[in-house]
């Protein structure tokens, strides 16, 4: 009798671990039309208050190489959300500039946005709603 509640609480946090884990998804990646060998991609993925503002509230990469490349974001809860991507050529973490603002590293971002003017989140912005989702960026 002593040990029902140890196994009751072991039966609810099992519980609410597998249902926490039944609401979250993946979004697989495909970064395409990289042309530059070294430094990073780095995808991060934003909501409405992180978008070009901070962090974001997850980030993936890899080694950049010429050609295409898949990125998974893992156990993502469903919302709204949009991902920029870039190729951090120097490894500095940072978009780099030239004299005239415009970029110096190669970006995109979801939505098929074209890289006309500086992005915003609802030009960008997705659904990730009840299962995984697959999406390709082209740089």
Do not use: C, W
């Not at 991060?44 to 993936?60: K, W």
């Not at 004299?99 to 997705?126: L, N, T």
């Not at 659904?127 to 960026?137: P, R």
Request: net charge negative.
């Amino acid at each position: 009798m002593k040990s029902f509640p140890l196994v009751f609480v072991f039966i609810l946090v099992t519980s609410l671990t597998r249902s926490q884990d039944l609401s979250a998804y993946d979004i697989h990646l495909t970064v395409e039309n990289i042309q530059a060998e070294g430094g990073k991609i780095l995808a991060v993925l934003h909501n409405a208050e992180t978008f070009m503002q901070s962090e974001g509230v997850g980030y993936v990469y890899a080694e950049g190489k010429p050609g295409s490349l898949d990125l998974n974001f893992k156990h993502v809860v469903p919302g709204t959300y949009a991902i920029l991507v870039m190729h951090d050529v120097n490894d500095n973490y940072q978009m780099d500039f030239d004299e005239r603002g415009m970029p110096k590293e190669s970006f995109g971002m979801s939505g098929g946005v074209g890289h006309m003017g500086p992005p915003s989140f609802y030009q960008a912005k997705f659904e990730l709603s009840d299962k995984d989702l697959a999406m390709t960026i082209k740089l």
